[in-house]
């Protein structure tokens, strides 16, 4: 008997971690030559100036674009032939210049694992971010649309720090359900977004939940649930959202301001960005 109800036992894990197994759904693993664009088959580039709500200054600029700061032979975003996607923002005869590609349209994500690999400079001002918008934006606008930013990185974090933060009807904006994340020391060295490695930030999302992590999705920082909402609100998540990669410049507000030690430029690397699913 014993014998029999540990070989079922056995089976019964084993089934149950088959039915965790995560497989990969789609990917970006930005391995192109040297110089060359991101896929159009999985990637839009935005044109203009970023939302004035946010007190953003850079002109998003489209690849071979030479109106207002954009330059060519200075691209926003290109592949470095060594697996990375860079963004690169860029101060240019008094403005900025910068990239956000998104895949809405291409590729969206209802349920399963969300992540990015990504390498980062800190700077006065500076604003890059990893994040997802609802697939229904252009029917409902935002935030009913719902917004989950699973990273951001802004001056007043300091280098150490990132944030992963939620926006709907009624909780967006400086009312948004936010976490923030202070990377631990390693052999007596405060972690940094500039170490010169790169960190993996993601998501884990199923109905009415989202665990979002650092590096080990086994261990979520940040845990936000229907629970966690105002009263009177509701939750907006259950539906599909695309990626957006970006780096902002910001002259007030959460990004900061640019000032006197604000580098010249600012770059983000992004090695890839994955989707999971649970099969």
């Given at each position: 008997m014993?014998?029999?109800?540990t070989?079922l036992?056995?089976?019964?894990?084993t089934?149950?971690?088959?039915?965790?197994t995560?497989?990969?759904?789609?990917?970006?693993?930005?391995?192109?030559p040297?110089?060359s664009?991101p896929?159009?088959?999985?990637?839009?580039?935005?044109?203009?100036w970023?939302?004035?709500?946010n007190?953003?200054?850079?002109?998003?600029?489209q690849p071979?674009e030479?109106?207002?700061?954009?330059?060519?032979r200075?691209?926003?975003?290109?592949?470095?032939?060594?697996?990375h996607?860079v963004?690169?923002?860029?101060?240019h005869n008094?403005?900025?210049s910068?990239?956000?590609l998104?895949?809405?349209?291409?590729?969206?994500?209802?349920?399963?694992?969300?992540?990015?690999?990504?390498r980062?400079?800190?700077?006065?001002?500076f604003w890059?971010?990893?994040?997802?918008?609802?697939?229904?934006?252009?029917?409902?606008?935002?935030?009913?649309?719902?917004?989950?930013d699973?990273m951001?990185?802004v001056?007043?974090y300091?280098p150490?720090?990132?944030?992963?933060?939620?926006?709907?009807?009624?909780?967006?904006g400086?009312?948004g359900?936010?976490?923030?994340?202070?990377?631990?020391?390693?052999?007596g060295?405060?972690g940094r977004i500039?170490?010169?490695n790169f960190?993996?930030?993601?998501?884990t999302?199923?109905?009415?939940?989202?665990?979002?992590?650092?590096?080990?999705?086994?261990?979520p920082y940040?845990?936000?649930?229907?629970a966690?909402?105002?009263?009177?609100t509701?939750?907006v998540?259950?539906?599909?959202?695309?990626?957006?990669?970006?780096?902002a410049?910001?002259?007030?507000g959460?990004?900061g301001t640019?000032d006197?030690t604000t580098?010249?430029t600012?770059?983000?690397?992004v090695?890839?960005v994955?989707f999971?699913?649970?099969q």
């Amino acid at each position: 008997m014993r014998t029999l109800l540990t070989l079922l036992a056995a089976l019964l894990f084993t089934g149950i971690a088959q039915a965790q197994t995560w497989h990969l759904v789609w990917s970006d693993e930005f391995n192109g030559p040297a110089n060359s664009l991101p896929s159009a088959t999985d990637w839009d580039f935005e044109r203009g100036w970023g939302p004035q709500g946010n007190h953003e200054i850079e002109w998003y600029c489209q690849p071979h674009e030479h109106e207002g700061p954009c330059d060519d032979r200075q691209p926003n975003a290109f592949l470095d032939g060594q697996g990375h996607l860079v963004l690169h923002a860029i101060h240019h005869n008094q403005l900025w210049s910068s990239a956000r590609l998104n895949t809405q349209g291409k590729h969206t994500l209802l349920y399963g694992r969300v992540e990015a690999r990504l390498r980062m400079e800190p700077g006065a001002g500076f604003w890059p971010a990893f994040w997802l918008l609802g697939d229904n934006i252009d029917k409902v606008g935002w935030p009913t649309s719902g917004e989950q930013d699973i990273m951001e990185w802004v001056q007043k974090y300091g280098p150490n720090t990132t944030s992963s933060t939620l926006h709907g009807p009624g909780y967006s904006g400086g009312k948004g359900i936010s976490h923030t994340y202070t990377f631990p020391a390693v052999n007596g060295v405060a972690g940094r977004i500039d170490d010169g490695n790169f960190h993996t930030y993601g998501m884990t999302w199923s109905k009415d939940r989202m665990e979002f992590y650092r590096d080990d999705p086994a261990k979520p920082y940040a845990v936000i649930t229907p629970a966690d909402l105002p009263p009177g609100t509701h939750w907006v998540y259950n539906h599909p959202f695309f990626v957006i990669l970006n780096f902002a410049v910001g002259e007030a507000g959460f990004a900061g301001t640019v000032d006197a030690t604000t580098p010249p430029t600012g770059r983000m690397w992004v090695d890839y960005v994955r989707f999971y699913q649970l099969q």
